[in-house]
T-cell receptor, first 114, second 114 residues
């Protein structure tokens, strides 16, 4: 079974630009989660999508947004990039609707802002 | 507000000795608790979860965790540590009362010394 795949692996941008990160969940999983892992800050929850709808959102400004497509893949968009947006962005998927379900993580996209 | 704390940034243990990685939580309602492990340059891997029932939960790679409601703790344990267990470990909680936001701890780096 293919795991969660994220692209690109690395992304280098400059301040003020926009970044798009992509995630393909495990086949059969309908929930997708996005996290930011900045150095020394652990994992910060960004967004949760399930069945194409945004279900919950972490404490991030509106320039962090995303969507989930009919095939359950997802995009995370970050506008007006700032230096502190440099981090590893992790996507996870799970079987939808169940709070009992563990999350399966991709290997992340490392976003570097110059 | 729900939260999870991992009080130790790093735990060192000799190979063959038992290991414990600590986690305490605060949630309203019944907690859903998880442990994940992260190897360098990889995403997180699910180890085990507590939903309900037996307070001792067994997971992958010989790990287990003990749920203690009175102490609001969910410590990760292994009877005999391996060098290959060296990694970053995250505790996560998903609170009750209708919230679907996963909260991760800041992580504990486990170093198993040969």
């Amino acid at each position: 079974e293919a795991g969660v795949t994220q692209s690109p692996t690395h992304l280098i941008k400059t301040r003020g630009q926009q970044a798009t990160l992509r995630c393909s969940p495990i086949s059969g999983h309908t929930s997708v989660y996005w996290y930011q892992q900045a150095l020394g800050l652990g994992l910060q929850f960004l967004l949760w999508y399930d069945e194409g709808e945004e279900r919950n959102r972490g404490n991030f400004p509106p320039r962090f947004s995303g969507r989930q497509f009919p095939n359950y893949s997802s995009e995370l968009n970050v506008n007006a990039l700032e230096l502190e947006d440099s981090a590893l962005y992790l996507c996870a998927s799970s079987l939808g609707g169940g709070r009992n379900q563990p999350q399966h993580f991709g290997d992340g996209t490392r976003l570097s802002i110059l | 507000a729900q939260s999870v704390a991992q009080p130790e940034d790093q735990v060192n243990v000799a190979e063959g000795n038992p290991l414990t990685v600590k986690c305490t939580y605060s949630v309203s309602g019944n907690p859903y608790l998880f442990w994940y492990v992260q190897y360098p340059n990889r995403g997180l891997q699910f180890l085990l979860k507590y939903i309900t029932g037996d307070n001792l939960v067994k997971g992958s790679y010989g790990f287990e965790a003990e749920f203690n409601k009175s102490q609001t703790s969910f410590h990760l344990k292994k009877p005999s540590a391996l060098v290959s267990d060296s990694a970053l470990y995250f505790c996560a909680v998903l609170g009750g009362s209708g919230t679907y936001k996963y909260i991760f701890g800041t992580g504990t780096r486990l170093k198993v010394l040969a």
